[in-house]
């Protein structure tokens, strides 16, 4: 065919034209990675919110010092089962509570439990020291505990005993995990201003090198539109072939930190990384870089060229 | 293809009392007036530096006057908007002295820009492109790019870009100055043919054999004024 589908204007010419894939690849990959970033706090956050929240850990002072921990740990018990909204209260076995303290005091509490308190469990020393009483305590769902007066009648049942709300470590978590996922989003956001400055940078030193053929054009009698269509499609061609660089890259890095974090037994091999509609995001990026840099193109040369005659 | 024309039957362009200068400098027009009817043909002469491109540029809206008015098609140009410019432009075929051409495009698409620029497309316009090329004697250089073609080459390819879209009015500047005077005759006949369907011609030149030989009126420029010299009779 002799009259080929290509531009009017020589945009192979152009050295800003040749950068601007490179640019925009750039770009994406650091959005790519900045929402996935986001993502995965949010997911972490969300994990961490559902296990906390609706439970409270009542803590009983045990040892020598305190020798009704027994009959306070009952008192507190029979209090939890009377009180409304409370859908489940146990007493953690002293196997459990020792668990926890391991990262703390290794293994040295293991072998002389319940010496001195009757072979109770719960209460004993663990390396000499006294491992107190805890009660796990998991509201019912939907109900509304009013933790500080509940921490107040526990501590008249219990002197001593102390109530911690994790609900309110809950909301200090959401609250952290919502400014990091604000700070990707404005990164993000820059993100898309400096592809965006590029685009105005590279169309406009498309227009000054293209003066003569772009003058030519409106001598034969192209509107602007029509100069601005073309450059709209280079910018569009261009930014697309960047994007799914950027995203394929980006998608490539979350899969190399996901797979070094199976290693480190962060989490499950099996594990999904994202959910679809968290990869329908990825999906779209290089479509909301080519839409961008279409538009940029447009209204920068529309605006350009109003002011050039 | 041809759309309401000439606005009825005003003068295609009309000068009143122009005068144009670059800058501080002098006037190099200066108080021009004539109007060119529809259908008419004219030489445009005068010595190098007289001001024929200028007067061209002035028609082609590529320029504005310094003072007085330019009406085209009917048309007051000085309060047309710059969104219906180009709709003037397309109207009018232009013939550049150093021709214009994109040296990245093929001689076809060259041509064929006029109608891409106007929203024409497919196999129709391919086929209207290569025939006025074959006709222009180019037929065997349909492919080939502006570098690579001669002067002349050059010459007749902007020429058939200036007509392929059947153009109101067309300007050609110095259109025969880079080919010999077998062609230059042909490339004249070209441009009656347009006139004989309607076309207002105003043709720049230095080759006063063929201002002799075709006889048409002359518009000359000397000193920065222009006077109209009528022939005694056209050609038939």
Redesign the interface.
Request: glycine fraction near 0%; charge should be positive.
């Given at each position: 065919m002799l009259i080929r589908r290509q531009t009017d204007i020589p945009f192979e010419q152009d050295p800003a034209g040749r950068l601007l894939p490179w640019i925009v690849a750039i770009m994406i990959y650091l959005s790519g990675v900045a929402i996935a970033g986001a993502i995965a706090l949010n997911g972490a956050v969300s994990t961490w919110s559902s296990g906390l929240s609706g439970t409270l850990t009542i803590q009983i002072p045990a040892g020598t010092a305190f020798p009704k921990a027994q009959q306070h740990a009952d008192a507190v018990l029979a209090l939890l089962r009377k009180t409304p909204g409370i859908g489940e209260a146990r007493r953690l076995p002293r196997a459990e509570v020792l668990r926890l303290v391991r990262p703390w005091l290794g293994d040295e509490g293991k072998g002389d439990g319940g010496k001195g308190n009757g072979g109770k469990g719960g209460d004993a020393d663990a390396g000499g020291l006294p491992l107190p009483i805890l009660i796990d305590v998991r509201t019912a769902a939907g109900a509304d505990i009013d933790s500080a007066a509940l921490a107040a009648r526990v501590a008249r049942a219990a002197p001593g005993a102390v109530t911690e709300n994790h609900a309110r470590w809950a909301g200090r978590l959401i609250g952290l995990a919502r400014s990091i996922w604000l700070v990707a989003l404005i990164v993000v956001a820059l993100i898309g201003l400096a592809t965006v400055i590029t685009v105005v940078f590279a169309t406009r030193t498309g227009l000054r090198i293209h003066r003569r053929v772009i003058g030519l054009l409106h001598l034969i009698g192209a509107h602007d539109r029509y100069i601005a269509r073309q450059f709209e499609r280079q910018a569009l061609w261009l930014s697309l072939q960047g994007a799914v660089v950027g995203v394929a890259l980006a998608v490539g890095t979350v899969f190399g930190v996901v797979h070094l974090a199976g290693e480190a037994e962060l989490q499950p091999a099996d594990a999904a990384i994202f959910t679809p509609a968290q990869w329908a995001i990825f999906a779209c990026l290089p479509g909301v870089a080519a839409l961008v840099a279409l538009l940029t193109a447009r209204i920068t040369v529309l605006r350009t060229l109003r002011r050039m005659t | 293809m041809r759309t309401d024309l000439f606005d009825g039957e005003k003068p295609v362009v009309r000068f009143d009392q122009v005068g144009v200068r670059y800058g501080a400098g002098p006037e190099v027009l200066r108080d021009i007036a004539f109007s060119l009817e529809p259908g008419s043909f004219h030489f445009l002469t005068g010595e190098s530096g007289a001001g024929k491109s200028t007067l061209m540029r002035l028609i082609?809206l590529?320029l504005r006057p310094t003072r007085g008015l330019v009406h085209l098609f009917g048309r007051d140009t000085a309060t047309l908007p710059?969104?219906r410019v180009?709709?003037l432009?397309?109207r009018i075929g232009?013939v550049y002295q150093d021709f214009?051409l994109?040296?990245?495009?093929?001689a076809?698409?060259n041509v064929?820009?006029?109608l891409?620029?106007?929203g024409a497309r497919g196999p129709d316009?391919?086929n209207h492109?290569?025939e006025l090329l074959r006709w222009v004697g180019l037929g065997e250089r349909?492919?080939a790019k502006p570098p690579t073609l001669s002067g002349g080459e050059q010459q007749r390819v902007a020429i058939a870009?200036a007509v392929i879209n059947r153009p109101d009015l067309l300007l050609a500047d110095e259109p025969t100055g880079n080919v010999d005077d077998n062609i230059g005759v042909r490339l004249i006949h070209l441009f009656e043919e347009l006139n004989r369907m309607g076309t207002t011609v105003v043709i720049a030149t230095h080759n006063f054999g063929l201002v002799d030989r075709f006889r048409y009126p002359r518009l000359d420029l000397e000193d920065g004024a222009l006077k109209l010299i009528r022939t005694p009779s056209p050609p038939c």
């Open positions: - | 082609h590529s710059r969104d180009p709709d432009r397309r232009v214009r994109l040296d990245h495009l093929t076809v698409d064929a820009l006029p891409r620029v106007a316009v391919r492109v290569s349909l492919a870009r």
